[in-house]
């Protein structure tokens, strides 16, 4: 079982940024796939950003230019860097990691934009 904890969310005007974390309880290496979904109230789960295990990352496209999802396979953690942050990216975050079949996800962290 892998245990994944998200940090790193929290109020922040339009405009603004935030870095999420998600700190892994086993190594993430650059052979996993890495991601960030979000889910807003209402509306369903929503695949934010990935990493891919050769390293090439795809946004949502309401997040491009905005976003950027890295890993930092010495501290096993992966990262979103928001900038520019609007109300619609409100939401809770959640970090998704896979160990070959398995994925695993965070609790999540809420995000909210205020106008």
């Known amino acids: 079982q892998v245990q994944l904890v998200e940090s790193g969310g929290g109020f922040v005007q339009a405009g603004g940024s935030l870095r999420l974390s998600c700190v892994a309880s086993?190594?993430?290496?650059?052979?996993?796939?890495v991601a960030w979904y979000r889910q807003a109230p209402g509306k369903q789960r929503e695949l934010v950003a990935r990493?891919?295990?050769?390293?090439?990352?795809d946004y949502l496209d309401s997040v491009k230019g905005r976003f950027a999802i890295s890993r930092d396979i010495t501290k096993n953690s992966a990262y979103l860097q928001m900038n520019g942050l609007i109300p619609d990216d409100t939401a809770i975050y959640l970090c998704?990691?896979?160990?070959?079949?398995?994925?695993?996800w965070g609790q999540g962290t809420q995000v909210t934009v205020s106008s």
């Open positions: 998704n990691v896979a160990y070959g079949r398995v994925s695993y």
């Open positions: 086993r190594r993430i290496s650059i052979n996993n796939h």
């Open positions: 990493l891919t295990p050769g390293g090439s990352a």
